[in-house]
């Protein structure tokens, strides 16, 4: 993205989700084959390691502060193929550390590795400008309360008024009925969304990032989109079909109807129910777009999924000829759509 290769991770307040976010994104840039390290800059709240079950045996980033060792020797692999310069959280560790060498940490780390992220502490303090002022541009991680928009914007105003750019928006722990205000979107730029999960949350209590731990998830699929959005290699990133909005059909609408169930890309529809809320299930499609054979009386649930959507049409459509082929009563309508 335009070159930059240096990111202060930041939030306006604390409980959004930064750290799950740098980390998971950071490893998501790794997957694309990029070098990628992350530097733990809440030098007074550190808790990096835990994202990645790291227990540093030697250096961490407050003795290279210190100047008692040097910045080869605090980093650290990690899973996913990242690198981390984790720091410590003890009170005394802290008062140790100069942050005037961090300049020189972030021009090293510049040089030898294709991306930086710096998870910096929440709110405004020293140890948050100054990583802001030395990176090439800030991700800001929000959540869609109208509080964490609010202090989103003042993060921006305060890195606006130093002269830094804005890389754009992670909104974190959104629902479907989540709904960002239009001058908010149209003002800033959404890197991605990512939907709440629990089990995001419990992969960091294992230690293994979401992204690894569960690559299928609609949370790894929001991480992959701010990778993919930050390195801007769109081929890198497979881009999976969707065979809803392929056949016209909104699956938030969708997941409305109580005879509805999407889950990972698959649609499920409870057939009873769906006689329940009135809607037509007997009538086949039009002539171009009938099925050779439609649900059985006695099955009680169809799934469609990819494959379902990328058949044939010789298998989908009826033979012409066929005189069993009868008008569609639906003309076109939810099933005509859905089974095309």
């Known amino acids: 993205m ?4 240096v990111y202060a991770v930041a939030s306006g307040k604390g409980g959004v989700g930064k ?27 550190a808790n990096l390691n835990g994202w990645f079950a790291l227990d540093p045996s030697g250096p961490t980033l407050h003795e290279v502060l210190a100047d008692d060792a040097d910045l080869t020797d605090a980093e ?3 899973a996913g193929g990242v690198t981390i310069i984790p720091s410590r959280s003890d009170v005394e560790s802290y008062t140790e550390t100069d942050t005037s060498l961090l300049e020189s940490v972030i021009s090293d780390l510049r040089s030898r590795y294709d991306y930086v992220f710096l998870d910096i502490g929440a709110g405004i303090s020293h140890e948050t400008v100054l990583p802001l002022r ?18 989103a914007n003042t993060t921006i105003e305060l890195i606006h008024r130093l002269d830094g750019a804005v890389a754009g928006l992670i909104v974190n722990q959104t629902t479907s009925g989540d709904t960002l205000p ?50 801007g ?24 109807m109580d005879a509805i169930d999407v889950e990972d890309g698959q649609l499920h529809i409870d057939i ?5 809320e009135d809607i037509d299930i007997n009538s086949s499609s039009s002539d171009s777009e009938s099925s050779d054979e439609g649900p059985a009386d006695d099955s009680p649930v169809l799934a469609l999924d990819d494959a379902d959507t990328n058949s044939s049409t010789d298998e989908q459509s009826t033979d012409e000829g066929s005189d069993d082929t009868e008008e569609s009563e639906d003309g076109g309508g939810f099933f005509s759509r859905l089974l095309r």
């Open 272 to 276: 009873e129910q769906l006689e329940m």
């Open 19 to 45: 750290t799950t976010a740098t980390a998971n994104v950071a490893v998501a840039i790794a997957k694309l084959d990029y070098d990628v390290a992350i530097v733990d800059l809440d030098l007074g709240m």
């Open 2 to 5: 335009s070159g930059d290769t």
């Open 134 to 151: 030395l990176s090439d541009a800030a991700i800001i991680v929000t959540t869609p309360e109208e509080a964490s928009l609010e202090n």
């Open 76 to 78: 650290y692999d990690a």
């Open 182 to 231: 239009e001058s908010f979107t149209d003002e800033h730029m959404i890197l991605g969304t990512i939907p709440s999960d629990s089990a995001v949350q419990a992969s960091h209590e294992t230690g293994i990032p979401h992204v690894l731990e569960l690559p299928d998830s609609d949370a790894t699929a929001g991480f992959m989109q701010v990778a993919e959005r930050i390195t």
């Open 233 to 256: 290699d769109e081929q890198l990133v497979s881009e999976k079909s969707d065979p809803l909005a392929d056949a016209g059909l909104d699956s938030i609408e969708l997941t409305t």
